[in-house]
């Protein structure tokens, strides 16, 4: 019995140790940190609108994880009652769990009061619209691109001196952020030049990945400077304005020379599964619609 005993002790011990070999000499990002997801997109909820946000809405009910908005949570003029009667139907259920940022239809209403006031204080607070906050190994900063109402976008406003000093305490490996406005776009007036100075600040600090909305579509970019110019070392943008306010079919090429995908009539959300030292994306679609985009990247 005592033979078997130590026969038992002998096996058990080897076992452990294998296991904790493998441990040790498993690959970066093979499991030893677990991965966090993110989920969602921008110009959401109108309540004129022929597209439905409820369908958007009822993707963010079969995928766990964070849910962020890209601005335009709402499509009209920003007021309470679009908020109450659009917003919380659909996306609102979510609220919870949402990492939100705020848009220009939201300042239709003077200082955008009704979406702080819906959204609490996880929106980043009346006057800012800003704040960062960490899922996994990720760090993920929220900015507010509607610039003349928060004092500038550039290096030397108040958020730009807030956005560096943020950068600069959380030196995370892999870094994520998310505004309304994007830097380019295919759609008429989408460009948004005024947001350059976040590129520049995100892109010094190696930042990875961008999300904006204001256009009513779907893009996937290569990575690029601030300059525009397409880089290994840049930054990719998505632009997901695809929570559920009617598109436009314009596509302006020549405004987005690093464009790789274009998509201008599926309603979706862009989920991302943000890992150690590398991030999956993928487009999902509402229901009966077939569009898709997905792939995989490395952190810088």
Known sequence: MRKRALLFASMTSGVLLACFAAVL???????????ATLVGAGDIAGCSEERDSSATANLLGKISGTVYTLGDNVQGQGDINEFRNCYDPTWGKYKKR???????????????????????AGAGGPGRGYYSYDRGKWHVVVLNSNCGQVGGCDD??????????????????????????????????TPSQQVRPFWSMLHDRDADVILSG?????ERHAPMTPGGERSADGIRQFVVGTGGADG????????????????????GVLRLNLRADSYAWKFVPIANQSFTDSGTDRCH
């Open 25 to 35: 000499t498993a690959a970066p990002g093979s499991g030893q940190t677990a991965s």
């Open 98 to 120: 949402t990492k939100p940022s705020v848009g220009n239809h939201e300042y239709h209403t003077p200082d955008a009061r009704p979406y702080y006031d819906y959204l609490g």
């Open 156 to 189: 030397e406003s108040p958020q730009g001196r807030w956005l560096r000093r943020d950068l600069r305490n959380n030196p995370s490996r892999c870094t994520l952020a998310y505004f309304h406005h994007p830097l380019q776009a295919t759609g008429t007036n």
């Open 214 to 218: 204001h256009a009513h579509r779907y």
């Open 248 to 267: 436009g079919t314009e596509i302006h090429e020549n405004q987005t020379p690093n464009l790789q995908v274009v998509e201008v009539a599926t309603p």
